[in-house]
């Protein structure tokens, strides 16, 4: 089972029609599954694992 390593939510917010109606919209995060090196896996946006590679 991968653990998750970070502490984003989900963004709310409405979704609005042409007369205006609201309805309520969940903008979910990009998750991905990634295997360390130590061969634990860890769940992570793919913003940060993105910021990872890099860094490495």
């Known amino acids: ?3 998750k390593a970070t502490s984003r ?3 709310s917010g409405n ?4 007369s205006c ?6 903008q979910k995060l990009n998750m ?6 130590d ?5 992570m946006s ?5 910021t990872m590679k ?3």
């Open 21 to 26: 109606h609201a309805t309520k919209h969940m």
């Open 32 to 37: 991905v599954t990634v295997t360390k090196e």
């Open 46 to 50: 793919a913003r940060e694992y993105r």
């Open 9 to 11: 939510k989900p963004l």
């Open 39 to 43: 061969g634990s896996k860890v769940k």
């Open 1 to 3: 089972m991968a653990k």
């Open 54 to 56: 890099k860094a490495a």
């Open 15 to 18: 979704l609005r029609t042409h």
